[in-house]
C-alpha cells in the first residue's frame, strides 16, 4: 500500500478553502495515492468524462490514468454547464473505486435474514438464473404484480426499476426515488404545462437569480456549485428562499426565510403581489395560460365532459364549452369572451389548436432575435433565439375580466348560469395570500415578501421581451405533505411574469436520442412486453397513481404495506438497483417488512444495510470511473457528453447496463432488435455499446465509439446547437408541444398541436385534471376524493395551488411544540462531502464530517444547556436517534435542521446502525403528500435533549452498534486507514 501524495490536511485545505464562503473547491484536482508500489513514470492518458460523485450533476472532469491506475482528477474548464467544478464528493471518487470494501463478485446468502450474513461466491449465470427463477416462482404463485424494483439517484446507467424492471416482469410496481426527489416537480408542471419545466436554466444567467429551498451552490440535480456561485454574484439581484440561511445565502441581497413548510404561502403571496402591481406578462397571461377561459359558477351545475386528451382522457370540467351552449357544439372548443366586440369566442383543441379563425403551422419560428443574456460567451454557449409572441387573429383579445357578478349565458337545455374567467377566480383565491396574511402564515415580513415580488418580476432588460428569470425551486418544497401545489404555485408566478421557456427561465429537460432519458430507459426491441399500471400499490389511497396521466411510481409505504398485511395482494420479491429503504416512508417500517420478503437480489457497489439485512444475491456494480454511459444533463443545461470507461472495475463488477441485460436474457425477454444490433442480448463491451447506441439513435453519431472519439476530441455538445427546434428556439409552444418536449415522442408534424400538452394547450391556472380527478371524481362515482390522512375532501380550491398545513406542524398539531424540548424540524440540507446516504466509507469524505449534525441557534442550545458538538437525542413517538449540536445562526429560533440518511459502514452488523442516526426512522410513513404521496420528510415536531451516559446505551452518549463500538466520530479515528486505496485486487475479471 502506497503512502498519500495529498496529506487530509492538504486535501481539507483544498476541499474547504472556498466551502467555508460558498461550498465550492474550484477546478481543484485529486491525487492518488503514491509510494513505492505507485506509478512513477510509463504511459499517461487523460480521459474526458462526466463525474457522478454526487449522483446527480453532470460536472465534466478530465480523468488522468498512469500505468492503468487513475491517479487524478480535475474539473474540465471546457464543460460549459459546470464550468471546471470538481467537488469534495467527485475528488473522493478515487477513494471509492479502489476502497476495499467494494463488492467484487457475485454473492448467495447463506444465513437467514436478520442474523450477520455470510455469503457464498457465484457465478454470474448463477446470479442471472436464481434471481429470475426466484421471481418468476413468486409470480406463478401470486401473479405478476407480486414483484417490485426499487431504484434510487439517476445514474442513467442504472435507472432499470424505473421502467426496463417494471417492463422485464410486467409489473407496475417500483419504489423510486423520485416520489421524494424531483418526481413531485416534473410531474406538477406535467399537470400543467409540460414534463420536467420545473428545471430552470441556470446557465442562461438569469438577472434575478431566486434560489428557493436548496444550497445549490453544493449540490443540486441540474446546474450548480460553480455554476450557481457564478450566476448568483453577477446576477442583477439574488433572492434566497430558505428557512436556513445558506452558505452563498449569505450574500443574497433579500432573504424571505419562512417557517419550514409554508413555501407554497409565498409563491402565492408573490402572485398576490405581482397582480396587484400590474406586473404580469399580459400576452402571455391571455395567450399561453388558461387564464381568459370561462368557469361556470353555479354550484347546481354539473361539470361536464371534454373529449381534449392532451393530458387525460377523463376530463369533467366547469370550464366552459360549447358542448354546453348549443347541440351538436365541440367539447373540444373552451369558450372566452372577446373584449374586442364583448361576444363569446373559443380556443379549439382538437387538431392542432387554435384560436377561432387563427391559421397555425408547426415548427414555424416567425420573427424575433436572438437572446441578449450576459456572460454566455464567456462560458462557450449560443444565445439561442427568441420568437416574438405570436398575436391573435385580427378581431380577437380574450378577456381577463367578465362583468360585475360574472356573464350571463344560456347553456343549450335553456338554463341560465353565470360565467367568470379563470383569471377572476385565481384572483379571489389569491386573496388568502396577501402579504399581511403570509405573513402571519410563514413568519415573514409584510414589506420583505412585497419587496422580493416586486423585485422578481420588475424586468430589468424591458427591451429583451422576456422577464428576468426562472426560479430555482428545489427539493424542500416536495417534502411537506403539499409538495404538488407547492410546485404549482412556483410554476404559475414564473408563468404570469412571462418567464417560461426564455433565456434563464423554465425550460425542461435537456433533450435526448431518442429518448429522454438516455440508455437506460429500456431497450429496442420490437419482442419487449410492456407492463400494466391496472394493479399499480397505492391508487387506492392516491388517485392520480392509478390515472391515465400517473406520475409512474408505486407509492411506497403502499408497498410496505403490501408486505405486511397481503393486501391488497402479496408482495415477495424484487430487486434493488442504485436505491435503498431509508429515502422515504419510515425507515424502520420500510426494512422490517423487506426482510419477510422471499426473494430479494441487491445491485450495489457496496454491503450497504439493504444488501446485508434484505439481499438474497448481490450483484456487483462498476463505478463511474470504471464504466461508459451516454450523459445528458437531467436538467436545462443543454449539456450532454459522456461518463468514459478509465479503468476496469473490480473483480467481476459489470456495467449497470450489462446487468440489466444479462437479467433480460435470464428471464428470455429479448432486449436489443437483433436486426439492428446481430442479436436480442449481447455481453461485455459489445452490450454496453449497444444500449448506449439505443440512446443514439437519431442522432448525427449513431456509434458510441465514433461519439466517444468526438467527445474526447472537442467536449460536451449544446443542444442549441444540435436540436435547434428542440432546444436552440426558445418559447416553443408556439412552435408546437413536440418542440416543448425536446422532441419527445418524435412525433411528425402532422400530429403537433400549438401550446402546452394540457387539456386546454395553455399553462393551466386551472388544473382540469385534478378538477376531473380528485374534485369531480371521475374515477369516485362522481363523489369527491378524500384525503388519506384527515379525511378532508378535496374542494375546488384544488384547482389551484391550494396550500395545506403540514400533518404534523405547528399549526395543525400544536401539543408537538408545547414544552422547552420541542422543535419543529427540518432536514436534508446539502453539504459539501456527502450525496444522501452515500461516501460515510471514504477517508477523505468521512475525516472532513465524521457525524451527523442538527443545526441550532445558539440561544436555544443555552436554554438547553447545550454546547457546539454535544451528542443530543431527536425524538418522535416512531423513534429516537442521535446527532451533534451545531450552533448555527442562520436559522430561526424553535427550528431545527437535521442531517438525512446516516449509517455506519464501520459497524460489522447487518443493518449497519441506520436507526442510529437516520432521521427517517422518525417519520409517520402515513403524513403524505394528499395528491401522490411523497413523504413529509421535513416540518414535523420532535423533542430535543442531551445525550448522557444516564441516558444512552452502553453509557455512551456516542452512538454505538449493537456489541458496543462507536461508530467513528472524529478525523483521527484508526479505522478511517483501513479504507485505504487498494491497488493490488484483480480488476476486469468479468
Known amino acids: 500500500m502506497g503512502k498519500f501524495m495529498i496529506t487530509r490536511r492538504t486535501f481539507a485545505k483544498v476541499a474547504l478553502a472556498t466551502t467555508a464562503a460558498l461550498g465550492l473547491t474550484g477546478t481543484g484536482a485529486a491525487m492518488a495515492a503514491t509510494g513505492s508500489d505507485s506509478p512513477s513514470g510509463g504511459e499517461v492518458k487523460r480521459v474526458r468524462s462526466c463525474c457522478r460523485g454526487c449522483g446527480k450533476m453532470e460536472c465534466g472532469v478530465w480523468v488522468t490514468v498512469q500505468d492503468g491506475r487513475v491517479v487524478k482528477t480535475e474539473g474540465d474548464e471546457s464543460a460549459f454547464q459546470s464550468a471546471g467544478n470538481h467537488c469534495a464528493k467527485g475528488q473522493a471518487s478515487l477513494q471509492a473505486a479502489y476502497h476495499p470494501s467494494r463488492l467484487r463478485y457475485p454473492m448467495r446468502r447463506t444465513t437467514p435474514k436478520g442474523e450477520n450474513p455470510e455469503w457464498q461466491r457465484i457465478t454470474w449465470e448463477e446470479a442471472y438464473q436464481t434471481t429470475v427463477d426466484a421471481i418468476h416462482a413468486n409470480q406463478e404463485k401470486y401473479g405478476n404484480e407480486t414483484c417490485f424494483f426499487m431504484g434510487g439517484t439517476s445514474r442513467i446507467w442504472a435507472m432499470g426499476p424505473y421502467s426496463a424492471l417494471k417492463n422485464c416482469f410486467h409489473t407496475p410496481n417500483g419504489i423510486q426515488a423520485n416520489q421524494i426527489c424531483k418526481g413531485p416537480r416534473f410531474y406538477a408542471t406535467n399537470l400543467d404545462a409540460s414534463n420536467a419545466y420545473s428545471w430552470m436554466e441556470v446557465v442562461g444567467r438569469p438577472r434575478v437569480y431566486v434560489q428557493w429551498g436548496g444550497a445549490s451552490e453544493l449540490s443540486n440535480y441540474d446546474d450548480s456549485c460553480r455554476t450557481t456561485v457564478d450566476v448568483a454574484t453577477r446576477a442583477n439581484c439574488h433572492i434566497l428562499v430558505d428557512p436556513r440561511q445558506t452558505n452563498l445565502g449569505k450574500e443574497a441581497d433579500i432573504w424571505v426565510n419562512p417557517r419550514p413548510g409554508t413555501d407554497g404561502v409565498i409563491a402565492n403571496c408573490w402572485a398576490n403581489v405581482i397582480i396587484e402591481n400590474d406586473l404580469i406578462d399580459e400576452m402571455y397571461v391571455r395567450k399561453w395560460m388558461n387564464a381568459p377561459m370561462l368557469v361556470v359558477m353555479e354550484e347546481t351545475f354539473a361539470p361536464t365532459r371534454s373529449s381534449s386528451a392532451a393530458k387525460s382522457a377523463s376530463i369533467i370540467t366547469r370550464l366552459l364549452k360549447e358542448s354546453d351552449l348549443v347541440e351538436g357544439g365541440a367539447d373540444t372548443r373552451f369558450m372566452v369572451v372577446n373584449e374586442m366586440n364583448g361576444q363569446l369566442s373559443y380556443y379549439e383543441t382538437a387538431g392542432c389548436g387554435g384560436w377561432e379563425g387563427e391559421q397555425w403551422e408547426p415548427g414555424v419560428w416567425g420573427p424575433g432575435k436572438e437572446a441578449n443574456q450576459p456572460g454566455l460567451a464567456d462560458t462557450g454557449q449560443t444565445q439561442g433565439f427568441v420568437p416574438d409572441y405570436t398575436p391573435f387573429p385580427d378581431g380577437l383579445y380574450p378577456a381577463l375580466f367578465t362583468e360585475e357578478g360574472g356573464r350571463e349565458v344560456t347553456l343549450k337545455d335553456g338554463t341560465k348560469v353565470h360565467v367568470r374567467t379563470v383569471w377572476e377566480n385565481y384572483i379571489d383565491f389569491l386573496q388568502d395570500y396577501t402579504p399581511e396574511k403570509a405573513s402571519e402564515i410563514t413568519g415573514v415580513d409584510a414589506e420583505v415578501l412585497k419587496k422580493a415580488a416586486i423585485t422578481y418580476a420588475t424586468r430589468i432588460d424591458p427591451s429583451t421581451g422576456y422577464g428576468n ?48 432519458d438516455l440508455a437506460m430507459t429500456a431497450g429496442d426491441s420490437k419482442e419487449m412486453g410492456r407492463f400494466s399500471s391496472e394493479k399499480i400499490l397505492g391508487k387506492e389511497r392516491f388517485v392520480m397513481l392509478g390515472s391515465d396521466c400517473a406520475p409512474g411510481w408505486a407509492d411506497a409505504t403502499s408497498v410496505y404495506d403490501a408486505i405486511n398485511t397481503g393486501k391488497p395482494y402479496n408482495v415477495t420479491c424484487g430487486i434493488g438497483q442504485t436505491g435503498d429503504f431509508m429515502n422515504q416512508s419510515n425507515s424502520i417500517y420500510a426494512a422490517e417488512n423487506l426482510k419477510k420478503l422471499d426473494f430479494w437480489c441487491s445491485i450495489d457497489l457496496w ?24 450523459r445528458k444533463s437531467q436538467g436545462s443545461s443543454g449539456a450532454f457528453g459522456a461518463t468514459v470507461k478509465a479503468i476496469d472495475p473490480p473483480g467481476e463488477a459489470k456495467n449497470d447496463l450489462e446487468i440489466v441485460v444479462g437479467i433480460y436474457k435470464a428471464a428470455g425477454v429479448p432486449y436489443f432488435d437483433d436486426a439492428i444490433h446481430g442479436a436480442k442480448w449481447l455481453e461485455g463491451e459489445a452490450c454496453v455499446d449497444g444500449c448506449n447506441e439505443v440512446a443514439l439513435a437519431g442522432f448525427r453519431i449513431p456509434k458510441w465509439s465514433d461519439y466517444k472519439e468526438e467527445f474526447q476530441k472537442n467536449g460536451w455538445f449544446d443542444s442549441k446547437v444540435e436540436k435547434p427546434d428542440a432546444w436552440g428556439c426558445y418559447r416553443r409552444y408556439q412552435l408546437g408541444n413536440t418542440p416543448v418536449s425536446g422532441g419527445f415522442p418524435p412525433f411528425p408534424k402532422q400530429m403537433w398541436h400549438q401550446g402546452w400538452n394540457t387539456t386546454t394547450h395553455k399553462q393551466e391556472i386551472w388544473s382540469t385534471v385534478l378538477e376531473s380527478w380528485l374534485v369531480n371524481g371521475v374515477n369516485n362515482g362522481g363523489i369527491p376524493v378524500k384525503d388519506q390522512f384527515d379525511g378532508e375532501e378535496f374542494s375546488l380550491k384544488e384547482v389551484f395551488p391550494r396550500f395545506k ?53 445558539p440561544a436555544d442550545a443555552e436554554r438547553l444547556g447545550l454546547q457546539q458538538g454535544d451528542w443530543v437525542w431527536i425524538e418522535t413517538d416512531k423513534h429516537k436517534i442521535r446527532e451533534v449540536v451545531d450552533l448555527y445562526y442562520g436559522i430561526q429560533p424553535g427550528v431545527v435542521n437535521a442531517e438525512h440518511q446516516w449509517w455506519y459502514p464501520e459497524l460489522k452488523q447487518a443493518d449497519h446502525g441506520y436507526q442510529l442516526s437516520g432521521v427517517n426512522c422518525l417519520l409517520d410513513q402515513y403524513a403524505q403528500d394528499r395528491i401522490i404521496g411523497s413523504s413529509n420528510l421535513r416540518a414535523y415536531g420532535v423533542k430535543v435533549y442531551k445525550a448522557t451516559p444516564e441516558n444512552s446505551p452502553f453509557g455512551n452518549p456516542v452512538p454505538c452498534g449493537d456489541d458496543g463500538t462507536e461508530i467513528i466520530h472524529t478525523c483521527d479515528d484508526p479505522r478511517l486507514k483501513e479504507w485505504l486505496p487498494d491497488y493490488e485486487s484483480a480488476r476486469g475479471e468479468a
Open 805 to 857: 398545513e403540514a400533518y404534523h406542524g405547528p399549526v395543525t398539531q400544536p401539543e408537538l411544540y408545547a414544552d422547552e424540548n420541542s422543535f419543529l424540524m427540518t432536514t436534508g440540507r446539502r453539504q459539501g462531502t456527502y450525496f444522501h446516504s452515500e461516501h460515510r466509507q471514504l477517508p477523505w469524505c468521512r475525516e472532513l464530517w465524521p457525524v451527523p449534525r442538527l443545526e441550532m441557534t
Open 469 to 516: 428569470g426562472g426560479i430555482q425551486y428545489m427539493l424542500a418544497l416536495e417534502h411537506a405533505c403539499n409538495g404538488i401545489q407547492n410546485n404549482r404555485a412556483c410554476d404559475l408566478v414564473a408563468g404570469i411574469t412571462g418567464n417560461m421557456d426564455i433565456p434563464g427561465g423554465m425550460r425542461g429537460s435537456t433533450p435526448g436520442w431518442p429518448c429522454m
Open 607 to 630: 454491503q450497504t444495510p439493504c444488501v446485508d439485512m434484505i439481499a438474497d444475491i448481490a450483484m456487483p456494480a462498476a463505478h463511474w470511473l470504471e464504466l461508459d454511459c451516454i
